[in-house]
């Protein structure tokens, strides 16, 4: 959702990785925060903090995090 305008400061843009992860930016402070106070998992990264480096990633987006307008594949 971007709730925070993508500076790092809610949890509404988590995405949960399916693969890929190594093709990812690496954790940044808001990041390590949240996963120091467990409000972010381990897989688990803000799509407004991680960047792609190169190759691809697979996603899921959490139930919690899901608009109700769209539709997800799972
Ligand atoms: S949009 Fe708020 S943390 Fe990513």
């Not at 790092?8 to 843009?13: A, I, S």
């Given at each position: 959702m971007h709730a925070c305008g993508?500076?790092?400061?809610?949890?509404?843009?988590k995405i949960i990785l399916k693969?890929?992860?190594?093709?990812l930016s690496p954790p940044t402070k808001p990041e390590l925060d949240y996963l120091s106070q467990g409000?972010?998992?381990?897989g688990e990264r803000l799509s407004c903090q991680a960047?792609?480096?190169t190759g691809e990633i697979v996603v899921r987006v959490g139930e919690f995090n899901k608009f109700p307008h769209i539709a997800y594949s799972e």
């Open positions: 993508k500076k790092g400061r809610c949890t509404t843009c693969s890929g992860e190594e093709n409000r972010l998992k381990c960047e792609l480096t």
